[in-house]
């Protein structure tokens, strides 16, 4: 798994295939990568954000994802740096495209929001999507509530009740208190169909739902 790990970077790099040797070098590089990332992300969540952001700055350099959330929140809330939406808006946009579930859905916010991005609802909408595709609850009920109000998305109260019940059934305590009032907009021929729809796209584990 390893050796195939590091093959694929070669290949995105446009590199020739590197021996089994160099192969399993560089994979221990990506799990000693993950270890420190790991690592910056306790200390900020700890309050060491000046450490933090330190060791963040090395490790995103490199192009680590979450170095580069950690940045792009520091940024956001001015721990450890100086707050700056734009520069937030940056470090969240490298780590999301990278495939980063956290930095899409924080992205997908502040482009709702008009914080160091135009204010764009459906470029907030595609951000979301791609992390509620992996399963983040928290961007499942944006996008429930996009659908539901027709925001960057077509109006849509079946679409919008099943990722409502997709962010429900990954606990989203505050989806379910809003299941409710979304239950209340449907039929219960509707509620039937959502129930189907949520099945279906569960079986695709999210993916073109």
């Not at 470029?123 to 595709?133: G, M, T």
């Not at 944006?142 to 962010?167: C, F, N, S, T």
């Not at 279906?200 to 584990?205: G, I, M, R, T, V």
């Amino acid at each position: 798994m390893r050796t195939l790990v590091a093959i694929a970077i070669a290949l995105f790099a446009g590199l020739t295939i590197p021996s089994k040797g160099f192969a399993n070098d560089a994979a221990k590089g990506l799990v000693e990568d993950a270890h420190e990332a790991r690592s910056v992300s306790r200390a900020f969540q700890a309050g060491d954000y000046d450490t933090a952001v330190k060791d963040a700055f090395l490790l995103a350099a490199n192009g680590n994802a979450v170095a580069q959330l950690v940045i792009g929140t520091a940024y956001r809330d001015g721990k450890g740096l100086p707050k700056n939406d734009e520069e937030s808006a940056r470090w969240y946009r490298l780590a999301a495209e990278q495939g980063l579930a956290l930095a899409q859905y924080n992205l997908a916010v502040l482009y709702d929001q008009g914080k160091g991005v135009p204010e764009d609802h459906a470029e907030s909408a595609k951000w979301a999507r791609l992390a509620a595709e992996q399963g983040y609850s928290e961007a499942q009920l944006a996008l429930a509530y996009k659908y539901r109000r027709g925001e960057g998305v077509p109006q849509d109260h079946l679409i919008a009740m099943m990722w409502l019940q997709l962010a429900v059934l990954q606990r989203s305590t505050t989806a379910r208190f809003a299941h409710k009032k979304f239950v209340e907009e449907l039929t219960p021929a509707e509620r039937t169909r959502a129930g189907e729809l949520v099945i279906a796209c569960a079986k695709k584990k999210f993916k073109g739902c």
